[in-house]
């Protein structure tokens, strides 16, 4: 285990103006309705490492809002690259000091994610690697469970449900969804990693945390999904299947990845 620190409570000013817009958005305008169990997993100091189902693009922002509100803390996320290049919003990410990943090469995120856990930053991560059309929980990379054993800290489960109103892949944002949208957050029990595990097993694990917590969530939501497109195809939702989301994102990636190439030899 390698020795970590607590980091020092300095001011933060543009993540504290960032904090104060969401809390405006999400509680003040659209009126979301959180819910949060599990708060007490989060360390009051110290390093962790919290892996955060995907389904939806404002998640983020949903996971630090309602961990400011319980804990203030500040998390660290890890964001792509492709956001961090934008002018405006690259500036705030780094203001913020959110880690920008290059998709396909995440050596140098790893490093930096480390870095901060041993500094004592929470650490966000999405290991899904992208947003889920099927709602459930899609295979994980390990990178969320090596950093957290590389720095010694704890490895700790975040399902997000509801977030997918907001903002998500394959669906145009609607207000009257939005607005009042119930937003569950389910922080599971902290895992320890060890470097003497397979990142694979530890990463398998996880994905079964994830998903029993997400199950829970799902079953106690009190908007009826029922043939709804936000709902998982096996709980009778119109949302794609697990194999069918795959294979119209292997699609997707296809056709961005011809777009990047007719881009370049322009």
């Known amino acids: 285990m390698l020795e970590v620190t607590s980091p020092k409570r300095r001011s933060e000013p543009i993540y504290s103006l960032a904090i104060g817009v969401g809390r405006l958005f999400f509680g003040g305008i659209l009126h979301l309705r959180p819910t949060i169990s599990g708060v007490e997993s989060i360390p009051a100091s110290g390093p962790a490492v919290l892996a955060i189902t995907h389904f939806g693009y404002m998640d983020f922002a949903l996971v630090e809002w309602v961990t400011w509100l319980r804990t203030r803390r500040r998390i660290r996320f890890l964001v ?7 002018p405006v919003v690259g500036w705030l990410l780094r203001q913020m000091r959110h880690i920008p990943v290059e998709m396909g090469a995440g050596g140098d995120a790893y490093t930096h994610a480390v870095r901060a856990l041993q500094e004592g930053e929470l650490v966000g991560v999405f290991p899904e690697a992208g947003v889920s059309a099927s709602f459930t929980v899609r295979e994980l990379k390990t990178g969320a469970a090596r950093m957290a054993a590389a720095a010694g800290v704890p490895l700790i489960p ?11 892949k394959n669906h145009r944002a609607r207000l009257r969804e ?27 694990v996880l994905r079964s945390e994830l998903q029993a917590l997400l199950d829970e969530a799902q079953a106690n939501y009190p908007r009826s999904g029922e043939g709804q497109w936000w709902q998982p195809a096996h709980l009778g939702g119109s949302a794609p299947s697990p194999a069918e989301a795959a294979v119209a994102e292997a699609e997707r990636q296809r056709r961005k990845s011809a777009e990047r190439g007719r881009t370049t030899s322009a």
Do not use: C, N, Y
């Open 158 to 168: 975040v399902v997000v449900w509801g977030g997918q109103f907001l903002r998500t």
């Open 80 to 86: 792509t690259r492709r956001a961090a290049d934008k």
């Open 178 to 204: 939005a607005f009042k949208a119930p937003i569950h957050v389910a922080i599971g029990i902290p895992m320890e990693v060890s470097t003497s595990e397979k990142p694979a097993a530890k990463t398998a």
